[in-house]
């Protein structure tokens, strides 16, 4: 086929060269796509020609003409006239499976031209649409000036961007998993320090019904006077934190002092080398390790008054006391629990309890480590147990590294309802004497010991609700911590994973400690909540004082400034008012009752200001300029205290 002039003179030495070598005038099937742009990028070769073509999976366009083995149609283009020869080379078979992967590349190319098209034309349809929806919304800014053909670019390109961020945003967090797309967050108010910390319902629905005097705990605590807190550490309740905020994170005139390296801290009362605190950080295990309720109820009134040999311990029936008459209150609700010594201290037992799975796995796991707690004395009138009453689980040093099955199977572990036998008096079921009594019976006496011991208790806490823990302690003692209480959700025992079937041999195993536990969560929550609405209304009867103190200090005020003002013009008062007393009558009467309101309903406290500074005045002083004086003084200042 004959090529045109400047075609054959341009690239006639070229083709020559290119048509001795036919493996590379040729774009072969297996060529890879960056083969293809290889060969085309290199200048004036001949394959660069063939291969402009697209490489496997891309077409030249729509319409684009198939390859045929008929001879093409002379050209007037440059390209034209490249492709005739260069396809002449291609053997029969070659250019007839180029034509059927030609073909594929039209459908290819035909759908990529409808969708983009589709594409062009909602463009096209979206822009008319939201020119439309901002030519209404602009229309009253037309008489201004009409927006020039940038702005509105500007504008469309503004509103595609936020289309687009919408749809990057749902494909990067879908639904409801980011946080961005909660506006709760945003609009929630500021979450309650003291809302549910075990993830249970915030809504809480009481079972037991109690009194009054039940679920208000006031200790009137003396810390200068012979007050004494006994701390009962159960073991794995989070005693050992609990005990480290009383003697370092509590608020005191004077500080327990703490030295580095030592577990111990010296607790004394300002200006006494006295303790008021009974704890393992304070004055270590003075009536052993880990005392229960029944030793330390008989040890601790003859360690405080110094005595060795223990004296017998106050019947259960005087142990606790009685109500609190002082203070003015003879309401039952202000009781005050304590044991008192024969020197007269009042000692008020505080306690830790926690839930008995989960205090029960931690246990085990510590156990495990190689605790034994050897050292507790579980002293029951006036001895300690036998070995026939109370026998050992392992022969060895210690139990450490024994299973879980094996930490279940024995039947004198006391871990088993350890939180009941610790706060129950022991002395009603023969202390660790089994056979004094049925096991039935045996398990309710002491139930029901526990219950009235705790519920008598002057405070109790629970570790899964650290914060109202906290809030409860401050509320009962009037002694405030200076860092919040951290709730740790992550402990040993939510570390080891067990079935149902072992939770409810635990659970089995701990069915008083189960019973407890619920009465004690139980009256725990119902005192956090009547606390926190004795708090709400105290705070709302205060805001009503205020606001009336400081209405009749204005109204006052306002009478008496009218009255001397009406005293320094008497001319215009009588030309205005025939009866020149009815005013000053008038006013004197709404002062008297005002003040006598005033004193009624306000705190005394101002009354006794008002006292010494109506008894600090001069005899000099007129009484209408101190009158003024005082009254906007007080205003003032009444303003400036409240605020």
Same mark, same amino acid.
């Given at each position: 086929?004959?090529?045109?002039?400047?075609?054959?003179?341009?690239?006639?030495?070229?083709?020559?060269?290119?048509?001795?070598?036919?493996?590379?005038?040729?774009?072969?099937?297996?060529?890879?796509?960056?083969?293809?742009?290889?060969?085309?990028?290199?200048?004036?070769?001949?394959?660069?020609?063939?291969?402009?073509?697209?490489?496997?999976?891309?077409?030249?366009?729509?319409?684009?003409?198939?390859?045929?083995?008929?001879?093409?149609?002379?050209?007037?283009?440059?390209?034209?006239?490249?492709?005739?020869?260069?396809?002449?080379?291609?053997?029969?078979?070659?250019?007839?499976?180029?034509?059927?992967?030609?073909?594929?590349?039209?459908?290819?190319?035909?759908?990529?031209?409808?969708?983009?098209?589709?594409?062009?034309?909602?463009?096209?349809?979206?822009?008319?649409?939201?020119?439309?929806?901002?030519?209404?919304?602009?229309?009253?800014?037309?008489?201004?000036?009409?927006?020039?053909?940038?702005?509105?670019?500007?504008?469309?390109?503004?509103?595609?961007?936020?289309?687009?961020?919408?749809?990057?945003?749902?494909?990067?967090?879908?639904?409801?998993?980011?946080?961005?797309?909660?506006?709760?967050?945003?609009?929630?108010?500021?979450?309650?320090?003291?809302?549910?910390?075990?993830?249970?319902?915030?809504?809480?629905?009481?079972?037991?019904?109690?009194?009054?005097?039940?679920?208000?705990?006031?200790?009137?605590?003396?810390?200068?006077?012979?007050?004494?807190?006994?701390?009962?550490?159960?073991?794995?309740?989070?005693?050992?934190?609990?005990?480290?905020?009383?003697?370092?994170?509590?608020?005191?005139?004077?500080?327990?002092?703490?030295?580095?390296?030592?577990?111990?801290?010296?607790?004394?009362?300002?200006?006494?080398?006295?303790?008021?605190?009974?704890?393992?950080?304070?004055?270590?295990?003075?009536?052993?390790?880990?005392?229960?309720?029944?030793?330390?109820?008989?040890?601790?009134?003859?360690?405080?008054?110094?005595?060795?040999?223990?004296?017998?311990?106050?019947?259960?029936?005087?142990?606790?006391?009685?109500?609190?008459?002082?203070?003015?209150?003879?309401?039952?609700?202000?009781?005050?629990?304590?044991?008192?010594?024969?020197?007269?201290?009042?000692?008020?037992?505080?306690?830790?309890?926690?839930?008995?799975?989960?205090?029960?796995?931690?246990?085990?796991?510590?156990?495990?480590?190689?605790?034994?707690?050897?050292?507790?004395?579980?002293?029951?009138?006036?001895?300690?147990?036998?070995?026939?009453?109370?026998?050992?689980?392992?022969?060895?040093?210690?139990?450490?590294?024994?299973?879980?099955?094996?930490?279940?199977?024995?039947?004198?572990?006391?871990?088993?309802?350890?939180?009941?036998?610790?706060?129950?008096?022991?002395?009603?079921?023969?202390?660790? +004497? @089994? /056979?004094?009594? =049925?096991?039935?019976?045996? !398990?309710?006496? *002491?139930?029901?010991?526990?219950?009235?011991? $705790?519920?008598?208790?002057?405070?109790?806490?629970?570790?899964?609700?650290?914060?109202?823990?906290?809030?409860?302690?401050?509320?009962?003692?009037?002694?405030?911590?200076?860092?919040?209480?951290?709730?740790?959700?992550?402990?040993?025992?939510?570390?080891?994973?067990?079935?149902?079937?072992?939770?409810?041999?635990?659970?089995?195993?701990?069915?008083?400690?189960?019973?407890?536990?619920?009465?004690?969560?139980?009256?725990?929550?119902?005192?956090?909540?009547?606390?926190?609405?004795?708090?709400?209304?105290?705070?709302?009867?205060?805001?009503?004082?205020?606001?009336?103190?400081?209405?009749?200090?204005?109204?006052?005020?306002?009478?008496?400034?009218?009255?001397?003002?009406?005293?320094?013009?008497?001319?215009? +008062? @009588? /030309?205005?008012? =025939?009866?020149?007393?009815? !005013?000053?009558? *008038?006013?004197?009467?709404?002062?008297?009752? $005002?003040?006598?309101?005033?004193?009624?309903?306000?705190?005394?406290?101002?009354?006794?200001?008002?006292?010494?500074?109506?008894?600090?005045?001069?005899?000099?002083?007129?009484?209408?300029?101190?009158?003024?004086?005082?009254?906007?003084?007080?205003?003032?200042?009444?303003?400036?205290?409240?605020?």
């Amino acid at each position: 086929m004959a090529l045109p002039a400047l075609a054959a003179r341009e690239l006639g030495p070229r083709l020559q060269l290119e048509q001795g070598a036919p493996a590379r005038t040729t774009c072969p099937r297996r060529h890879s796509r960056v083969e293809a742009e290889l060969a085309a990028s290199r200048p004036g070769s001949v394959a660069a020609s063939v291969c402009a073509g697209p490489p496997r999976g891309v077409s030249h366009g729509f319409n684009s003409s198939p390859l045929l083995d008929e001879p093409p149609k002379a050209s007037s283009s440059l390209a034209g006239a490249l492709r005739a020869p260069l396809f002449a080379l291609l053997p029969r078979g070659r250019r007839r499976r180029m034509h059927d992967l030609r073909r594929r590349w039209d459908l290819g190319s035909l759908c990529r031209a409808l969708l983009t098209r589709g594409l062009a034309a909602l463009g096209h349809w979206l822009k008319h649409v939201l020119s439309a929806v901002f030519s209404k919304i602009f229309s009253p800014l037309a008489s201004v000036g009409n927006m020039d053909e940038k702005s509105n670019k500007l504008l469309l390109a503004l509103v595609m961007l936020f289309l687009f961020a919408v749809i990057v945003l749902q494909y990067v967090c879908p639904g409801t998993e980011c946080q961005l797309l909660r506006l709760q967050a945003f609009s929630s108010p500021v979450p309650d320090p003291y809302g549910s910390e075990d993830e249970s319902s915030a809504r809480f629905v009481p079972r037991y019904n109690f009194s009054r005097g039940d679920l208000l705990r006031k200790v009137d605590f003396d810390i200068k006077g012979d007050d004494l807190i006994v701390f009962l550490h159960i073991q794995k309740t989070g005693g050992t934190t609990f005990g480290r905020h009383l003697v370092r994170n509590i608020q005191l005139e004077q500080p327990c002092e703490c030295r580095v390296g030592q577990k111990k801290c010296t607790c004394h009362r300002p200006g006494k080398r006295e303790t008021w605190l009974f704890s393992r950080f304070s004055t270590g295990w003075s009536c052993g390790l880990h005392a229960d309720w029944t030793e330390l109820t008989s040890c601790v009134p003859a360690v405080v008054d110094g005595k060795r040999d223990a004296r017998l311990r106050p019947s259960s029936k005087d142990r606790w006391g009685s109500p609190n008459l002082n203070s003015g209150s003879n309401s039952p609700s202000s009781t005050k629990t304590w044991n008192t010594s024969k020197s007269g201290k009042n000692f008020h037992y505080i306690t830790i309890l926690r839930d008995p799975v989960s205090r029960y796995l931690s246990e085990w796991r510590h156990v495990q480590r190689g605790a034994t707690w050897k050292a507790s004395l579980h002293v029951c009138d006036g001895r300690p147990p036998t070995s026939e009453e109370l026998p050992s689980c392992y022969t060895g040093d210690d139990w450490s590294g024994c299973p879980l099955k094996e930490f279940m199977d024995c039947p004198y572990n006391l871990a088993n309802n350890r939180q009941v036998r610790m706060l129950s008096d022991l002395t009603l079921v023969g202390c660790y +004497n @089994l /056979s004094v009594m =049925p096991e039935k019976q045996r !398990n309710k006496v *002491l139930l029901e010991s526990a219950k009235s011991n $705790l519920k008598h208790m002057a405070f109790f806490g629970l570790t899964e609700f650290q914060r109202k823990t906290q809030y409860l302690f401050e509320k009962t003692f009037n002694m405030n911590f200076i860092s919040p209480f951290t709730q740790y959700n992550t402990t040993r025992a939510s570390s080891v994973e067990i079935n149902e079937e072992i939770q409810k041999r635990i659970e089995g195993l701990n069915f008083l400690d189960m019973e407890l536990y619920s009465f004690a969560k139980d009256l725990f929550l119902q005192r956090y909540q009547f606390m926190r609405q004795k708090d709400h209304q105290e705070a709302r009867r205060k805001r009503q004082e205020q606001r009336k103190f400081l209405k009749g200090r204005f109204l006052q005020t306002h009478f008496q400034s009218q009255s001397q003002g009406q005293s320094q013009n008497p001319s215009q +008062n @009588l /030309s205005q008012n =025939p009866n020149p007393n009815a !005013n000053q009558n *008038l006013t004197q009467n709404v002062t008297q009752s $005002l003040t006598q309101n005033l004193t009624q309903s306000s705190n005394p406290n101002w009354i006794q200001k008002e006292n010494r500074a109506s008894q600090k005045q001069g005899p000099g002083q007129e009484q209408s300029e101190s009158n003024t004086s005082n009254g906007t003084n007080d205003y003032m200042g009444s303003v400036e205290t409240w605020r």
